[in-house]
C-alpha cells in the first residue's frame, strides 16, 4: 500500500463534527433487541391479509401472556394497561420458493423511435407475485413512478449540473421506451434536450426503477445529437443489488443505435410479519384522564400533550384550534403524533415499501401526497388496515414512499381527525371485536431427556448430559405426552421425544439433541453449525426460512421450515430451533399438523427458554 | 433518560451522569473501541478513561449531541490506545479505503490533511444521510459491517454494497479536485 496510514486518521480527524454525531447517533438504533422482548406484554392478535384482495381476513389470536412473561423485559413493562402486540403477516401467496427472486432468461425489447431502432436484451424470470404494473410520468425536471393501484412508488428528479453559474435550460424530458412487467422493477430510458448560451446538447438516460429506488444506470451527453449510453457497470457483490453492463453500437451514419444491456438482478424479499404495537394502539381514544393514571401529568401546548413514558404527541382538537397548559380536555385523544418507528413496529426489517404494506401487508392505500421541494423530497402516505376499523396511519418519508428507522409516524382514528371533533370517550368498539379475542396460554416445563426412548450405544453421551428444563407456552387445550412407542419419523433424531396434542389431535414433536459449543463462534453466531445434522440431508432438511425469533448472547430461537422429500416432490412442514451455548443443547420441534398457522409457531418459539 | 438530563447531570457534577452515560450508550462505546482495539479489556480501558474525559470536559463544554461527543471522545481515546500498541484490526478498514486514499508519497506534499478532509466533508454533505452515515460509521468509528446494518435496518451486503459505492464516488470527486489517487 502506498499510503499513509496516519494521513488517512489525520484526514478523518478533519471529519465534520455534524456529520460525526449524527452518525454515531444512527449507530446507537441497533436494532440488537429481541422482537419478543419489545411488545410482548400480552397476548398477540395476527392479521393475515389475503393476498391481492380486500377481502376479510382471517384472524388469529395467539398465546403470548405466558410468553411475556417468560421473556420480561419489555419497553414499557409494569404498566398496567399494556396490551399485546399485534402482527400483520405478510401475504400467503409469496411462498419460500417465490421470495427469492432471480431473474435467470432473457427478452428482447425492441422499439422504433424513429431516430432510434432500440433492442434491449434483458435477462429475466418475471415473477407474477410481484405487482409490476408501472406508469411512468416525466414532467418538469421529475420523475414519478406510479403502481396500477396509483401508489407513488418512487419518484426523482434530474440533477442538473450548473453550467458557467448558470442552470440550464431543460425541455420537458421526453420518455423514449419503457419495459412494463418487469417484475419488481422497470427499465426506461429519458431523452431531454437542453441549452444554455445558445449551445445545446442532447442527452439519454437509461434507469431502473425498483421498489424503492431509481438507478440511473447509464447516461451520456453531447452537443448536437443524442448519444446515448455508451457503457454503464454497477457491480454485484450484495443480495439486492443490480449488475448492468451497457454497451453501445452506432450503426454508422443510419442514426440507428442498439443498446445491448446485460442485466441481472437478485431480489430477496423476506416474509416477516409486522408487530404492532398494541399498547400504542389502544391509546387512540383515551380520555386525558386515562392518560394521567397511566403515565402522570401530560405537558405541552397548542393541540398536542407529551407524558413521561408515553409513545408521542398526544393530540385532542378543541373547538378553539388551540389547547392550553390549562385547558380542560374533553372527549378523547384523536391522534398520535411523533410515533417512532420502532414504537410502532417491533422489529421491522426496513426497508418497507408503500407496496410491502399494499401488497404484503394488506393496508389499503387512502391518500398519497409527495413534495419534492429537494432532491428527494418527502412523501406522506395514509393507509388503512381491515383490522384497525376507523383507524388509519400516517406515514411521513424521507425516502419517497420508503418506510425506515427515520420515517414519522401519526396514527388517528379517522381520515379528518386533524379537523374532528374529540370522541367523547374512550370506545372499545373502535376495534372489532375479534381483535380482542383472548386466548389464553399455558405454561409447560418438560425435563430432557424426558426418557430413555431412543437411547441406544451409539448415542451414549447423549443420554448421559445433565438433564436440562425446556419452558415453553402453549395455546390452551394442549397437551403433552412422553412417547412410549416408536415415531420413526425420520424428520426427528428421536431422543426421547414428546408428542404435543390439541385435544385428540397430535400436532407436535419436541425433541432435542447435543453439539458442539466450541463450533459456534459468539460474535458471529452461525446456526448451521449449530444444527448440522438437521441440514445436510437432501431428503429432509430444517434449513428452510430460517428466521431467529428471540436470542441472548449463549441461545437462539428460531422458526423455520422442515422440507421433506418422500413420493411425492416436496413437502414443507413448520418447525422451531432452539439452542443454548452454554449446555450445549439444542431443541427441536416439528409440527405435523399443517393447519398450525405462523404465528402459533411464532409465539410458541418466543417463548422457548432452555436452562 | 433524555441526553440534556444527562448534561445537566454532568453540570451538576452529579457522578450518577457517568452511570447514565453507561447506561444508555455503553454498548455503543464499548463496541467502538473493540473494533478498535480488538480486545475487550483493552475496549473498556478506553471507554472508562473516555468517561473520565467527558466528565472533566463537561462542563464548560455543552455539546450539541452527546452522543456523538461521547463516541467521538471513545474513537480518539481507543486510538491512542491503539497507536501505543500494534495496529490490528483498522489495517482491513485501509485496505478497502486504498482506492481512495491519496497516495502519500505525492499528495503529502500538495495537499494537507485538512484539504481533503474538507473535501470528503463537503462530499459527504451531498450524499444521502443513510451513505454518509454508513461511511462515517464505518471509517471514523470503526464500526463492523454487521453491528452497521443492524443499525441502519440493511443487511451487511447492503452495506458493504453502500460502502463500496459511496468509496467510488468519492475517490471520482478526488481525482476532480486533482487528489492524486
Redesign the interface.
Known sequence: ?????Q???????????K??????????????VPLSDDFADGRAVEIKPAPRKKSKAPLFIGIGVAAAAIVGITLRIGMESVQPPVVVSPSESETSQDTDVEFDSHITFHKDMGDYDINVDIPYRKSSEFPGYYDIDTNENNITVTDKNGVIVSSSSYNHAMVGGQQPMISTPELMFEVLEFSSGNLFAVKMDTAIGGVSAKAVTLYYIDSTEIFMIGKNAGGGDYFPVITGE??I?????TCCEINYTSTGETEKVSYDVDFERKVLKKREPLVLNRDLLSELGMTYTQFCEKYGEGRGKLNALSFDGGYGRYGWKPESGILFEDMSLAGGCNMIMGIDMSELFAK????ITFNDLVFRYGFEPVSLEATTDNY?GTYCGRFRHQGFEGVYFLFVT?FLGVI???TNCTIGLDLDCLEATPVASFDETIYPENIRTKYAATKHSFTFPASDYGKSESKADIFSIEPFELSISLPEGWTSEIVAERVDSGITSENSPIKLFNGDKPVATIDFNVFDPTVVNPD?PDYRAVYNQLMMSSIVSWDYDYAPVKNTADSEAAVCKIMTRDENPVNYHRGILAYNRALGVYITIYFEDVDVDDMTVYLIASSVIIE | MQDGNIIALFFERSESALAELQK??G??CKRIAYNILSNSEDADEAVNTAYLRVWNSIPPKKP??L??????VVR?TA?TAYDSMK?RR?EQL??E??EI?????T??REFE??Q???Y??TF??KQ???N???F??R???N?RL???G??????E??V??RL??TRSALRKYLEERGVDI
Open positions: 500500500m502506498n499510503f499513509s496510514q494521513f488517512w486518521d489525520e484526514v478523518m480527524d478533519g471529519i465534520d463534527e456529520l460525526t454525531d449524527r452518525a454515531a447517533e444512527r449507530m446507537t438504533r441497533a436494532g440488537d454497477i457491480s457483490d450484495g443480495d439486492s443489488f421491522a426489517t426496513y426497508p428527494w424521507n425506515d428507522e427515520t458471529s | 444508555k450508550y454498548a455503543l450539541e449531541s452522543c456523538g461527543y461521547l463516541c467521538a480518539n486510538l495496529r483498522t485501509y485496505e479505503l486504498a486514499i491519496p497516495d502519500s508519497r499528495t503529502e490533511s485538512r481533503i478532509s474538507e470528503i466533508n459527504l454533505h444521502s444521510a443513510l454518509a452515515d454508513i462515517v460509521s471509517y471514523f468509528y464500526m454487521d453491528d452497521i443492524a443499525a441502519v435496518g440493511l443487511s451486503s447492503a458493504k454494497m463500496m459505492r
